[in-house]
């Protein structure tokens, strides 16, 4: 499979501080790409080198095979972006901006027609005659993600796209990316971790203009070999809690007011089978036990804290 972008040591420098440090990346075409870290991280700034907006102070960037501190506009037409505070005009329907967006690429006046009904309608705005300036903030951004869609890019660039939405917002603009999976190629920024978990096949962690990891997800999640049970007595969690920390598949143990023990593991097959054991041995009820696999977060604040040592 190709790649849609290549970044190659890309170093940014504003006024003396390095922004980005050697920044390496690659997004498959045809993937939902998550590009995820703090406020500050870099992120913007990364995007704003891959859209021709800002240049290097040295690195590659290619999109679509294309070095983007060479190539001319016809590379650019094939990119879709949507910024982190999108510019909308609230005085049109989003049927006329549509259009206007349209004409900026050249669209041919039948086929922007097509286009512009199918994205709205894809977008839950088909039939919606309010102006822009009485949209919810979800409207607006499904909007925006629909603009950048009209000239049909082979990647699609959204910087922060569910940044201060409600959850009903965060819901259908989550939604709407993943209805185009495999359409087009999608780098997804944002420093929300559950936004990246639910839609993204790859993901690269970045945190002080450096790119911590880079994998699919499930990788990720299985390099870092970690596992996490919770579970729930009836008595003496603290004393069991430190029966557990002993074990040689304890990472963490943390215990909490109500019996609840949460423990970080290496070996959850072991500790399966040894925490019933102890339990036994204590004398206590076991009221609640599940197991399962670090999440996203857990992955992400270990990397970032790891980073910051």
């Known amino acids: 499979m190709s790649a849609a972008l290549e970044v190659s040591e890309l170093k940014k420098v504003y006024k003396g501080k390095r922004v980005l440090d050697g920044v390496n990346l690659t997004v ?18 990364t995007l704003r080198v891959v859209t021709g907006l800002a240049r290097p102070t040295s690195g590659v960037v290619r999109v679509l095979g294309h070095d983007v501190s060479t190539t001319g506009n016809a590379v650019r037409a094939q ?12 005085w049109m329907t989003a049927t006329e901006f549509m259009h206007f967006a349209g004409d900026l690429f050249g669209l041919e006046h039948r086929v922007l027609t097509q286009r512009t009904a199918m994205l709205l309608d894809t977008a839950g705005l088909g039939g919606v ?11 607006r951004q499904r909007l925006g993600i629909a603009q950048a869609l009209v000239n049909a890019p082979r990647l699609l660039l959204l910087d922060e796209p569910t940044s201060a939405l409600d959850p009903i917002g965060r819901k259908d603009v989550l939604e709407l990316i993943d209805s185009f999976r495999g359409r087009t190629t999608i780098f997804f920024s944002t420093h929300i971790l559950g936004d990246v978990e639910r839609v993204c096949d790859s993901v690269a962690v970045l945190d002080r203009g450096r790119v911590l990891t880079h994998a699919p997800i499930h990788e990720l999640k299985a390099r870092h070999g970690r596992h996490k049970i919770v579970m729930e007595v009836t008595e003496g969690a603290d004393k069991l809690a430190m029966a557990i920390a002993e074990r040689p598949w304890a990472v963490t143990v943390v215990s909490g007011a109500t019996g609840s023990i949460e423990v970080t593991v290496t070996d959850v097959h072991s500790a399966e089978h040894d925490i019933p054991r102890l339990v036994a041995a204590q004398d206590t009820g076991l009221v609640r036990f599940e197991a399962g696999e670090m999440g996203l977060e857990e992955v992400f604040v270990d990397l970032v804290g790891q980073a910051g040592l």
Do not use: C, Q, W
């Open 28 to 45: 498959e075409e045809g993937s939902v790409f998550g590009f995820l870290g703090p406020n500050g991280a870099g992120k913007t700034t």
């Open 79 to 90: 990119l879709g972006f949507l910024p982190d505070v999108p510019a909308l005009y609230h």
């Open 129 to 139: 005659k309010t102006r822009i300036g009485g949209y919810s903030r979800g409207m």
